[in-house]
């Protein structure tokens, strides 16, 4: 039992990993110590301390041909008659105490497993076989302690482990964990209601992908490309969010169906006999029972994970919703003070902030050189960044360690850092954020101050509602709605009426998302992307195609050079062309597609004659230098 309420489940396993020894390869100093650990390895090693003299679980008994012939038989093994063999016994002939097992969701290494079923004099016996069996030695690379507990009153298991994993400089480093999981989830009303919600959400979430898909259509058809809806920093922010959204509903729902397919036993047969003479880590049988064990820790572990990677999701969600409050909230002058103040001051704080990053982290490399070997938290490059950060927030506790300094140029310095930087960085540049703000605020604030809060466009639309549906029922029938006056404000504006506004609007409600054809506008010339590749294929020839893309047809290669240049340069026609215009507009329009066929034409002549200018030039240069006259002519015909 752990606690009053927390139940052991099987028992707990510790699992080591170990590495093999190799040369240091530094021939200086290998008269000090050349062995240096290597890869890892699953080559048995310890002993059994029932057959070692010296220990506390020896038995002499046993300590024979017979004895050991009993627990660690070689025949058998081999299937040949032999007493020792490799698999079995060290150099020395004694046995080994640890063998590899392979397990689901651990790397290759050994175990030792304490049973629920141990009482406490044998489980003083398997933590004695530890210690002198030397389960733990100068080539262990990491320990894993892990056990599963169930609370029955909450209804949920507890995944606890603990590592301790040895770095190359000799330090233990301790790191723990206990991790809650739940894999009863829809039992109670309570449950199930939770699960109408999850349902509403799924619904939500297609319905904003939806909506934020049909967006980059309406930027589409408004400025032409797909690009212009990027062009906000929002709809990052909005794409992203839907994009964690639905990673964190997946993986909600993969965490729910692994959690229902969750199993476990209370008790799992791994070793042959808990009380044996010797080899009490002997395992049952095959295996089945460890590997039933493993598997289900490998299955807890892997809810827990999949639950915090979840967690994770949803507080950065969470964050995103709250910036997209923000941009929701920038349509109303007094709600959107805070982007419209930091929109103001984008450009400002990013100036600042430049400056800013390279005297803080200036100030932190300088702490970790100078003092990361004397004070802890300068010890790391990121130990220092997050004291210089603290200390931005007003956490001067480190101002004590770096008086502590003993000698006097540690200790000078570290006067000489703390002050310069409370008065550059802590008083004088952050400061100077707040100026930005604040100036930026108040010219946000000057802007709105003219402008209707929003309780009173809130009670004005409540209103306007209110009174429209009591007209329905016979009250306020002289009340003409908001949207009707500003729908007759704009027919009058237009010179139309009512009727003809509104199917206008019909119409454009129709054609939202129908693409505009774009076309490239010279001057008063509009050239759409067939007329444009029939203008480069009759100026430019047919070589020049060729010499865009040689493997091409000339036609295909003028079509695909046309539609690069409209779709970058050109612009969505607005007017309607309905292939009723009048023999004025065509004329008009063929003189411009003349002119500009001559424009092309007299470029194209401009450009001959400089390669003319430039041959003659050459021709003059290779006469100058003595080459023969013959030669020049042969070279400039090439």
């Known amino acids: 039992m752990v606690g009053l309420t927390n139940r052991v489940v099987a028992g707990m396993m510790v699992h080591a990993t170990r590495k093999g020894m190799a040369d240091c390869g530094d021939a200086r100093f290998d008269k000090i110590d050349e062995n240096c650990r290597g890869a890892r390895t699953v080559e048995p090693y310890g002993i059994d301390p029932v057959f070692r003299a010296s ?31 490799r698999e079995y016994f060290n150099r020395n002939n004694v046995p080994y105490g640890f063998f590899h097992r392979k397990m689901t969701g651990y790397p290759d290494g050994f175990f030792v497993w304490f049973d629920i079923n141990l009482n406490e004099e044998n489980a003083q016996r398997y933590l004695l076989t530890m210690q002198e069996g030397l389960f733990l030695d100068t080539q262990t690379d990491e320990v894993r302690a892990q056990t599963v507990i169930y609370n029955a009153e909450l209804q949920v298991f507890g995944n606890v482990q603990i590592y301790f994993r040895s770095s190359e400089s000799g330090q233990v480093d ?55 809806y990027f062009q906000s920093i929002w709809n990052y922010i909005d794409v992203l969010n839907l994009a964690l959204m639905t990673m964190g509903y997946i993986t909600w729902w993969t965490y729910a169906f692994l959690a229902e397919d969750f199993r476990c036993k209370i008790n799992y047969d791994i070793y042959a006999d808990l009380e044996a003479e010797a080899r009490i880590m002997k395992i049952n049988g095959n295996g089945q029972g460890l590997d039933s064990l493993a598997s289900m820790y490998s299955s807890i572990s892997e809810l827990t994970e999949r639950l915090a990677f979840y967690y994770a999701i949803a507080g950065v969600n969470i964050m995103l919703y709250l910036l997209r409050v923000l941009k929701l909230m920038h349509f109303q002058p007094r709600l959107g003070v805070v982007t419209r103040t930091l929109t103001l001051a984008a450009a400002d704080l990013f100036h600042f902030f430049v400056l800013f990053f390279i005297i803080f982290f200036g100030y932190a490399i300088m702490g970790y050189l100078v003092f990361g070997n004397a004070i802890e938290t300068f010890s790391t490059v990121p130990d220092a960044i997050m004291t210089c950060f603290e200390f931005l927030l007003g956490e001067i506790g480190v101002n004590g360690e770096l008086k502590e300094l003993q000698k006097p140029w540690h200790y000078i310095s570290g006067q000489v850092f703390f002050w310069s930087y409370a008065i550059l960085v802590q008083q004088i540049l952050l400061n100077f954020v707040l100026a930005i703000i604040v100036d930026a605020y108040s010219e946000v604030k000057e802007q709105s101050q003219e402008t209707v809060g929003i309780l009173t466009e809130i009670s004005e639309i409540f209103s306007d509602t209110w009174k429209k549906n009591l007209k329905r029922i016979g009250l306020y029938k002289s009340y003409v709605p908001n949207h009707r006056v500003r729908l007759l404000l704009e027919a009058w504006v237009k010179g139309m009426s009512l009727e003809e506004l509104e199917e206008e609007h019909r119409k454009e409600a129709e054609e939202e998302f129908v693409e505009k054809p774009r076309v490239l506008k010279v001057g008063e010339t509009e050239l759409e992307k067939e007329e444009l590749a029939t203008l480069l294929r009759g100026k430019l020839g047919d070589e020049m195609m060729r010499a865009v893309m040689p493997n091409e047809d000339p036609d295909e290669v003028a079509n695909l050079v046309a539609e690069t240049i409209v779709d970058s340069y050109g612009q969505q026609d607005d007017d309607e062309e309905d292939g009723d215009d009048d023999a004025e507009n065509q004329e008009t329009k063929a003189d411009d597609l003349e002119a500009l066929a001559k424009q092309v034409l007299e470029e194209q002549e401009q450009l001959a004659r400089l390669q003319n200018s430039i041959l ?14 013959d030669d020049v002519v042969n070279k400039n015909k090439v």
């Open 55 to 85: 220990s506390a679980l020896y038995d002499p008994d046993l300590d024979n041909s017979e004895g050991v012939a009993k627990f660690y038989n070689c025949t058998e093994l081999l299937d040949k008659p032999t007493l020792y063999c």
């Open 174 to 228: 301790v790191l723990h964990s206990t991790k809650v999981i739940d894999v009863e989830l829809y039992v109670t009303d309570l449950d199930n209601f939770r699960l109408f919600l999850e349902v509403l959400l799924g619904i939500a979430l297609i319905f904003g992908i939806v909506n934020e898909g049909l967006d980059l259509l309406r930027m589409k058809k408004k400025f032409g490309r797909y690009s212009a």
């Open 616 to 629: 003659k030039q050459q021709h003059s240069i290779l006469v100058a230098f003595g080459t023969p006259e």
